[in-house]
C-alpha cells in the first residue's frame, strides 16, 4: 500500500484519458512524437494510438517492471512505440531519448500527485536526485521550501529538460501544482506562449478530495505569455476565467482584477498571524459545564494571568454582538524567543502542568521549537496584547473582517488560522474593519485569491491591500453605506462597560 502511494501508482481511468487525448487532437490538432514520461499500464498510449491520427512514434517510461511488460504489449502498425524501465529523476530527456524525427512533441500522463512530506512518513524515496535538485535551480523557493509535490519536480524537471523545443506538456496534476509552475516560467521568464487548465472531478476519477486538472503549457511556439486559460470542464470550449500575473503577483482572475488593480500596493499597516504553539490539546482549553478543560478532556487549574480568550477561524466567520469566547489559550510568553524558566516561581501551578505534559511540548516537530526556550510559542508580541483588533480568517473566502475588542478585560488572542491588525485606539480598528469590508477590496481579494486554495487569505495577500487607496476611493455616503452592511457593530456609548458578560463587537 505504502509504495503504491510514494509512487503515485492510481492509472488513470480510460474514459478521462479518452478525453484528455480528445481535448489535446481536438479542431485536428496533432503531433508526430509523443512521450509519456511515467506511462504505467500504458493507458495514454493506448489511447493516442486507437484515438488519433499522426503521431507516428511514443516513447514511454516507467519505473515499475510488471508495468514495462504490460505497455510493452502495446502494439501498432503504424507508430513506433519504445517503452524503457526509467527512473525519470535519473535522465536527462534533452540527450537520452533517440527519436526519429525532430517534429513537434507532445508530452502527456499523469505524475504521481503524492508530496515529498507524505513520502517522509511512508519512508519513501521517489524524489529528484540530489544533483538534480540542484539544477532544479528554485524549486525550494518555489515549492513553499521544504514541501513540493513530486508532480512539480517532475514538471519542473521537463521544462528544464525542453526548453529549447517545440513542445507542448499536458499532464493531469493538482491545480494548485499548475499555479506553481506557472509561476516558475513566469519567475525564470521561460519561452512559453500557452498555458491552460482544464478541471477534472478528481472524486469521480481518483476518489480524491483535491482539485485537480489537465495542465497544458506549450514551450517555443510563438509570443510568450504568462497567462493561464482555466477552463471549468476538459470538454469546455471556453474558458470561464484567466488567471496570471499581474506586476509578477499572482491574480486568480485577470479580467476582474483589472477593475480593482489600484488598490494592490503595500499595506500601511503590519498584517500579524495569530499565536502558534502546534500543541492545541495542551495549550487550548474549554469551557465545559463551568470548568476549563483541555483537549484530553482534563480539568485544568492554572493561574489566570497566563489565560487568554481565544478565537478560532470558525469563530470569526460567524462573529457577531452576542458572542461569547468559550476557548482559552495558554500563553507562556510575551514575546517570541523570552525565556520560560521563571513561570517556576511565578506561575507555579502553570509550571506544574507543562511539565506535566511535557513530553507532548518536547515533542513538537517544527524546527522553529529547536533552540526555543521551553515551552515557547510562535506569533506572539505586543501586538497580540493591543486592546483593539481587525480579524479574518485564513481560510474563508468571501473574506469577512470583524473588529473586536477584550473579553473580561482581556485582550482577545487568535489562533494561527487568522491574520489581525492590532490597534491601542477604538476608532482605527472601526475605520480599518470598514475600510476592509468594502466591496471594492472584497472583489480585489476574490480577484487575486483562488478559492480551491487550502488557505487563500495569507499576510501576503493582506499586505497586497493598499488600504490609502480604498480611503481615497471611498467618499463619506458610501462610507456610511458600507459601514451600515459590513457586519460592523458600533459600541453603544452608553452601555455600561462593566458588562463582562457579553464579547465588546464593535
Ligand atoms: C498516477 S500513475 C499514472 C500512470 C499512467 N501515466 C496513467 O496515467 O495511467 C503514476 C505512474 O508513475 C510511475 N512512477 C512513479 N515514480 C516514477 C519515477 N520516478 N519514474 C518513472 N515512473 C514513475 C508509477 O509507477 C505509476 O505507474
Known sequence: MSRKKVLGDYQTPVPLVRNVVSRLFADGRTWERVLEPTCGQGNFIRVCIEQTMGVREIIGLEIQQGYVEKSKRIYSETTKISIFKQDIFDIDFATSLH????????????????????????????????SNFQRLSGLGAMTGKSNFDI???????????FVRDHVTIALLCKTSVARKVAQFVLDRELPVNSMSLYRIDAQRWFNVAVDAG??????????????VDEYDNLLDARPTRTFGFYDRHIVADLDSYRQVAHLEGTSQFTWRQGVKHDAAKVMELTYRDGVLRNGYGDHV????DYLYPLIKSSDVKSISSS?????????????VGQQTAHLRDYAPKLW???????????????SIYKNAPRFSMFGIGNYSFQPYKVVVSGFYLPARFAAISGYQSRPILTDDTCYFLSFDEEWKAHLLCALLNHPAVSKFLASITFSDSKRPITKGVLERI???????????????NCTADSHVELIDPNRQQDDDSQLLLF
Open 99 to 130: 527519436w526519429n524525427s525532430l517534429s513537434p512533441l507532445l508530452i502527456v500522463g499523469n505524475p504521481p500527485w503524492i508530496t515529498n512530506s507524505e513520502q517522509g512518513r511512508l519512508s519513501g524515496k521517489n524524489l529528484p536526485r540530489k
Open 151 to 161: 508532480a512539480e519536480a517532475v514538471w519542473i524537471k521537463l521544462i528544464q529538460d
Open 214 to 227: 489537465l495542465f497544458v503549457l506549450e514551450l517555443n511556439q510563438g509570443e510568450v505569455s504568462y497567462d
Open 301 to 304: 487549574d492554572i493561574e489566570s
Open 323 to 335: 458572542f461569547v469566547p468559550r476557548r482559552r489559550v495558554i500563553v507562556t510568553q510575551k514575546k
Open 352 to 366: 506544574r502542568y507543562l511539565n506535566f505534559y511535557a513530553d507532548k511540548l518536547d515533542s513538537r516537530k517544527s
Open 466 to 480: 493598499n488600504l490609502q487607496a480604498v480611503f481615497e476611493q471611498i467618499n463619506i455616503d458610501q462610507f456610511r
